[in-house]
């Protein structure tokens, strides 16, 4: 459903972005038939539902966790599972629950679970993008790219993840660059090009299988400060919750040190590593806020990478592919920092990296350059944006350590003096500097809840807005 910008109309709730944390609002405020709120999406995309994650339709792209621990509602587990099968027959959803699904299905899952909705029909879809939100009496006032405007009693931002950008400084001349969230284009690199992607986490697992489910035939060289890949996920299980009283009363150091003495246990007891980082899933949030500015800090400078690569795991069978192109030398993994991209006169790519651990600069040719550098967390990095142009309003301010944007419980935005904004709203990835936990499903699963509930508690029942 695609409808005219709003003009002159107003709405109780505009939801900015249409990704998932979006939907799941959505969901949320469309699910109570005895609510009254006009709600809004504001989102440029072609579907809804989608955002970077789940825009693939590629089957080799798949789900980072288990079908089973993917509903969309935290009450019914098994939404999910059940949407994937088209059944209730239990043996083919206990198969699926511990499977990975393609991603694109999760896509369509949460749009379909949108259109459930006893609501469904109030939501307005404007296919556009907010370029400004301006604060009035007792709204806010949105500029989309249009010229339109739409008022709104309540704004969430839902604004999901930016990619990280390569320095302009470090790239000369005509350099053959795709982004590895843009399918279609690392789809168009053609199958003999010696690639190198920059950065090694789960963009460029994407970006990898975009090329082998293209029939790429080329190198592909990997480079990243520390030359680490995401790890695989083991056989289901020993998910079990752990008391982490102890370990929060801890230090960084000395939770580091017990977390390895758990592992080593585990491994002692015939239990894989990974189900430490299960039973501790649940509690990332409590062990982020319970670390003190500094820890914090030392967390980020020092132990950031290798804790994602064991908690943001992968599919055992995309971590099979990865191995299995490593073992054949198609792909190369190197450790260091980018220094410089070149374009060549035969049209190829000099790169320039400094190895980590090692002195002077070391080099190789490549034809195209893909960036997998990830998440932008720096709003102050991000000037041509929403974000930004809320930044230079005094609407917005920096998180904790300047990642994400500053944000009390349920998700109120506090503004450049630090006070909390009575209308404006964040979930997901724009908090991650608050409660680092908060870029994964259950994470936005219940964000998404306690925003609708605080919001029909709020707002239900009175008159929407107009200009």
Not at 28 to 33: F, H
């Amino acid at each position: 459903m695609s409808l005219e910008p709003a003009g002159s109309s107003g709405v109780d709730v505009a939801i900015v972005g249409g990704g998932a944390a979006g939907v799941l609002v959505a969901i949320r405020l469309l699910s109570d038939p005895a609510s009254r709120l006009r709600i809004a999406i504001i989102e440029p995309a072609a579907e809804l539902a989608r955002g970077a994650a789940y825009a693939t339709t590629q089957p080799a792209h798949l789900l980072n966790v288990t079908a089973g621990r993917m509903s969309a509602l935290a009450e019914d587990p098994g939404h999910f599972v059940r949407f994937l099968s088209g059944s209730d027959d239990a043996g083919t959803a206990a198969a699926l629950a511990t499977g990975f699904a393609p991603r694109r299905d999760y896509g369509r899952y949460l749009g379909d679970t949108l259109r459930a909705q006893p609501r469904y029909p109030a939501l307005q879809w404007l296919q556009e993008r907010a370029t400004d939100i301006e604060r009035r009496d007792t709204d806010s006032l949105l500029t989309l790219a249009s010229g339109a405007t739409l008022a709104a009693r309540a704004v969430v931002l839902a604004v999901g993840n930016t990619p990280r950008r390569i320095p302009a400084a470090r790239l000369h001349g005509a350099v053959r660059l795709a982004d590895a969230w843009n399918y279609e284009g690392v789809a168009a690199v053609p199958a003999d090009a010696d690639v190198c992607i920059i950065g090694s986490g789960l963009s460029m697992v994407d970006a990898v299988l975009s090329l082998v489910h293209g029939g790429h035939r080329g190198c592909i060289h990997v480079l990243s400060r520390h030359g680490l890949m995401p790890l695989a996920h083991a056989a289901t299980g020993g998910a079990d919750l752990v008391a982490i009283d102890g370990l929060l009363a801890l230090g960084l150091r000395e939770r580091l040190r017990r977390i390895r003495a758990w592992t080593r246990e585990a491994t002692a007891a015939g239990e894989p590593w990974q189900w430490v980082f299960d039973r501790l899933r649940p509690h990332g949030q409590a062990l982020w806020r319970s670390l003190g500015h500094v820890e914090q800090q030392r967390f980020l400078r020092h132990l950031v990478r290798y804790w994602d690569i064991h908690r943001h795991r992968i599919a055992p069978q995309v971590a099979q592919t990865l191995g299995a192109l490593r073992e054949r030398g198609r792909l190369e993994v190197l450790a260091g920092r980018l220094q410089s991209v070149a374009a060549r006169a035969d049209g190829g790519l000099d790169v320039r990296y400094r190895p980590r651990h090692a002195d002077g600069e070391c080099a190789f040719r490549a034809d195209w350059l893909i960036n997998a550098t990830g998440v932008e967390t720096h709003i102050d990095l991000q000037p041509d944006t929403l974000l930004g142009a809320l930044r230079v309003r005094g609407r917005v301010l920096p998180g904790p350590h300047g990642i994400g944007i500053a944000s009390e419980e349920p998700g109120r935005v506090l503004d450049a003096r630090g006070q909390p904004d009575p209308g404006l709203f964040v979930l997901g990835a724009m908090r991650i500097g608050t409660l680092w936990e908060s870029l994964a499903i259950p994470e936005l699963r219940g964000q998404a809840q306690a925003l609708a509930d605080h919001l029909r508690a709020t707002l239900d029942g009175r008159a929407a807005p107009t200009t």
